[in-house]
C-alpha cells in the first residue's frame, strides 16, 4: 500500500502523554492497523509507532512478505525473540507476552498507549510485564485515515469504476426482464433478488473486487434500510439495489445506491423518489470544506421534511420517512470518519463520503439515491458516473 502516512498527530499525542509507542495489535481487518503498517495478513501481527519510525513484529510465515512489501521502517520476525522456546516453556498466551515484551524493550518502549480495540489480554498481560499501557480514547490513526491522498481517491475510484459495472448489469438483468403476472421473469424463470445479487458479486469478482451483504429489495424489503432483500422482484415496486465492493488488492471501498421500478409504481412512490433527488442534490450543493456534515445532513431533511415527510430530526421516534444519516466516509472501512449526520463536524479537502439520503414506507417501499463524492478545496468531485433515474434501462452508465 503506498499511502504517504502522516502520522505526527498520533506522535504528538505520544510526546504530551509521555508514552514511548503506540502499539496495534491484530490482523488487516483493522483498518487502522492496515494504514498504519502498509501491510495485510490474516492472522494477528503487531505494529509499534514510536518517535523514530514503524516497527512490525510478524510470524516466520509473513516476514518475507512483510519486508518486501510492508511500509515500515523495520520488520522483525518472533523468531528473533525466542517466540518458539518461550511459547514451548511458557504456553501460547505467555509465550506470546514475553515475546512482544521483548520486542517493546528492543525498541525502548516502557509506557505504550493502545487503541480502544486492544485486546484486553495483551494489555493485562503487558502490565504483568511491567509497562504502562494505556488507552487512547480519541481515534487518532481514524481521525487521520479520514482525509485520503490522491492515491487514496484513485483507489476509491478505481472500486466506484467496479460498482459501476455491477450495478449496470443489474439495471440490465431489471430493465430487460419480461412481466408475467406481475413478476419480472428472465430467461423463464422469476428474476429473484438473489438472482441479480448473484449476477452483481460475479460482476465484481471480475473486476478484482468483493462483496457478500448486497442489497437488491423490493417493495416492503426496500424500506428496512438495511434488509439485503429476498424472492421474485415485482413489477410496479420499488427496488432499492446498494452495492458496496472492497477492491480485494488495494483493500478501499466504494459505495453507491439506486432505486429503479419496472412499470409504474404510483404516484406517491414517484413522489417520493423526486423529493429524494432534491434531498440530494440539496446535500450536493452545501458539500464545501469547512461546512460541516452537520450543515449537509441538515440541508437533506429540510427538503424531506418541507415535503411532508418525517425525519428523525422532526421526529426521533419514527419508523418512516428518513430514518437514517444523510452519509458517512468511506475508505479502508466501509463506514468511517467523517460522519455526515447531525453530529457531523467539518469537512475537509480529502474527505471521501458518501451522499445518501432516502424516505421509507413499507406501505410504500424504500427510495434511496446514493454517490460517492470527495471534497476538495472549492467544493466537491463527483467519483460516481452513473445516470439517476428510476426507469431502468440497458445503457445506464455515463
Not at 199 to 211: D, K, M, N
Not at 277 to 282: L, M
Request: glycine share 10%; proline share 5%; with cysteine.
Amino acid at each position: 500500500m503506498n499511502v504517504d502516512v502522516d502520522l505526527a498527530p498520533l506522535r504528538e499525542y505520544l510526546a504530551a502523554e509521555g508514552a514511548d509507542g503506540y502499539l496495534i495489535d491484530d490482523d488487516a481487518s483493522d483498518a487502522d492497523q492496515r494504514y498504519v503498517s502498509g501491510f495485510t495478513a490474516p492472522d494477528p501481527y503487531q505494529t509499534l509507532v514510536t518517535a523514530d519510525g514503524v516497527h512490525l513484529l510478524v510470524s516466520g510465515l509473513e516476514y518475507g512478505r512483510a519486508a518486501a512489501e510492508a511500509s515500515a521502517d523495520s520488520v522483525s520476525r518472533r523468531a528473533a525473540y525466542d517466540y518458539q522456546r518461550l511459547v514451548a516453556e511458557h504456553g501460547q498466551y505467555e509465550g506470546k507476552l514475553r515475546t512482544l515484551a521483548a520486542f517493546l524493550e528492543d525498541h525502548g518502549v516502557d509506557a505504550l498507549a493502545v487503541p480502544r480495540t486492544f485486546p484486553t489480554g495483551t494489555a493485562d498481560g503487558l502490565r504483568d510485564q511491567g509497562f504502562a499501557v494505556t488507552v487512547e480514547p480519541e481515534g487518532i490513526v481514524t481521525d487521520i485515515r479520514a482525509t485520503k491522498t490522491e492515491w487514496e481517491v484513485e483507489r476509491i475510484r478505481a472500486s466506484q469504476r467496479a460498482n459501476e459495472a455491477a450495478m449496470a448489469r443489474a439495471e440490465e438483468l431489471i430493465a430487460t426482464a419480461d412481466i408475467e403476472d406481475g413478476t419480472l421473469v428472465h430467461d423463464g424463470e422469476p428474476l429473484t433478488s438473489e438472482r441479480v445479487t448473484e449476477e452483481i458479486e460475479v460482476t465484481l469478482l471480475r473486476h478484482g473486487c468483493a462483496l457478500d451483504e448486497t442489497i437488491v429489495a423490493c417493495g416492503a424489503d426496500g424500506a428496512d434500510p438495511h434488509d439485503r432483500g429476498s424472492g421474485p422482484l415485482e413489477a410496479d415496486e420499488l427496488i432499492v439495489i446498494d452495492i458496496f465492493p472492497r477492491d480485494k488488492e488495494t483493500g478501499y471501498f466504494a459505495d453507491m445506491t439506486r432505486t429503479f421500478a419496472r412499470g409504474d409504481p404510483g404516484e406517491e412512490a414517484r413522489r417520493r423518489y423526486e423529493v429524494t433527488h432534491e434531498a440530494y442534490e440539496a446535500a450536493l450543493e452545501t458539500v464545501a470544506a469547512g461546512v460541516t456534515g452537520a450543515d449537509v445532513h441538515t440541508a437533506a431533511c429540510d427538503v424531506i421534511e418541507d415535503a411532508g415527510y418525517e425525519t428523525l430530526r422532526s421526529d426521533p421516534n419514527t419508523e418512516t420517512g428518513f430514518i437514517h444519516s444523510t452519509g458517512h466516509g468511506v475508505g479502508l472501512d466501509i463506514h468511517e470518519q467523517p460522519s455526515v449526520s447531525p453530529s457531523g463536524g467539518d469537512l475537509e479537502p480529502g474527505h471521501v463520503i458518501s451522499i445518501e439520503p432516502g424516505i421509507y414506507d413499507p406501505a410504500v417501499g424504500g427510495v434511496r439515491i446514493e454517490d460517492l463524492i470527495v471534497v476538495t478545496e472549492d467544493g466537491y468531485e463527483n467519483l460516481t458516473e452513473y445516470r439517476i433515474g428510476l426507469e431502468p434501462t440497458t445503457d445506464a452508465r455515463e
